[in-house]
């Protein structure tokens, strides 16, 4: 089958590389489209292509490695399990390959959230900025509620006929969640649904590196050497990178290493001075000074609090 770049929600799973085991169809299904695909042990390059609308992919049953990139870019590798999920905001067309590990089969649930009823949520949660927001895009994440909320859309695809008013339900309720956990806004003018910042897979490749590299400083050079990785000049990648995190590489940076130092305050004896080498500060009264600016207390204060 010849695969074309974009398609609608509606005939999106006539291209999934795959069988459609349930599909929600009729009046029911008005605010949420809704189906369930069992995938093959193992296929060597599917191109995924583009919808209007944000959607879920979240698996149900068996364990993969799973390969995504944009269309001629470096493959990304994610391990996918019962509960991994995928939230992709639309945009630009994508490729992605698979092999199962274990011996159950490979299926997911994919859901595409109507645009008015995402826009209304978009309205709650950011008032004025709603014209501005969107969806994050995510990659093999898990989320506990998101799993709640999914497991009543998987089971009411299973009746033999669906209750319209709790499918409503259900996609008011998704589409506030994922407002409130994975909106994002940007000054970008007309741009309301699409795909306007980082694919997932490189937010999370940008973001594993910042991780691992926790107790060194970001500097100008660092930037220049993720923009790289992401394919941007350094200007693009500082407006994408804030578009799909909320925040500037630096301040992200900043708040993963504060967030590791509470932890460490929190969780462990070793002293002050050790918990601000171990997350990137050799001036202990630096550590303590921008510490005491993102929290309020002193390191030692913060530690004491019940």
Known sequence: MSLPDTTSAEAFDHYVSGKCLLNGRGAAWRDMQAHV???PHTVDTHHVPSVNESFLVWTLTG????????KGGPWITHRVSKGAFFLTSGGDPYDCRWHTTSREPLRSLMVFISLPVLQRAFEEVFASRAGEARLADISAAHDP???ALLEQVHAELQRKQASPLMVQS???MLAVHLARNYGVTSNSKGRRFSSAGLPGY????LTEWMADHLDEELHLDDLDDLAA???LSKFHFHRLFKSATGVAPSRYHLDLRMNAARRLLRETKQSVISIGMEVGYSNPSHFAQLFRRETGLSPSDYRRQP
């Open 37 to 39: 695909a069992e995938f």
């Open 63 to 70: 364990e993969a490695e799973f390969q995504e990139r944009e």
């Open 145 to 147: 509620v998101l799993d």
């Open 170 to 172: 259900l996609a008011q």
């Open 202 to 205: 490189k937010v999370r490749q």
């Open 229 to 231: 990785r992401a394919g």
